[in-house]
């Protein structure tokens, strides 16, 4: 079992900033990597971007160069900086954590997610 408690989302204009964060615990799993997910009503929830233990990055196209995915040093919180938003980033972002060893450096999600926190940007 793996709780992820999240923290961070709002309402901004566009144009500006949030950080998200999610601190991730478990007593009987290894966490190897953290992602992002949002989901837009009426969308399907899409990776908006994944950090590996490595410390390997991905990110969607949407959003390279805006925001940036980030872990501490107890690998035990992941954040989500945010920046020059835009009302197409407006969705609830929940946060997923990897569970599983990989043979290689890269991110594969397991089926635990945080309760979404809703971020909002307008015109």
């Known amino acids: 079992q793996v709780q992820l408690v999240e923290s961070g989302g709002g309402l901004v204009q566009a144009g500006g900033s949030l950080r998200l964060s999610c601190a991730a615990s478990t007593r009987i799993f290894s966490i190897y990597g953290m992602a992002w997910y949002r989901q837009a009503p009426g969308k399907q929830r899409e990776l908006v971007a994944a950090?590996?233990?490595?410390?390997?990055?991905n990110y969607v196209d949407s959003v390279k160069g805006r925001f940036t995915i980030s872990r501490d040093n107890a690998m035990n919180t992941v954040y989500l900086q945010m920046n020059s938003l835009k009302p197409e980033d407006t969705a609830v972002y929940y946060c997923?954590?990897?569970?599983?060893?990989?043979?290689?450096?890269?991110?594969?999600?397991?089926?635990?997610w945080g309760q979404g926190t809703q971020v909002t940007v307008s015109s």
């Open positions: 950090i590996t233990n490595g410390g390997n990055t």
């Open positions: 997923n954590a990897q569970v599983r060893r990989s043979s290689s450096d890269t991110y594969f999600p397991s089926n635990y």
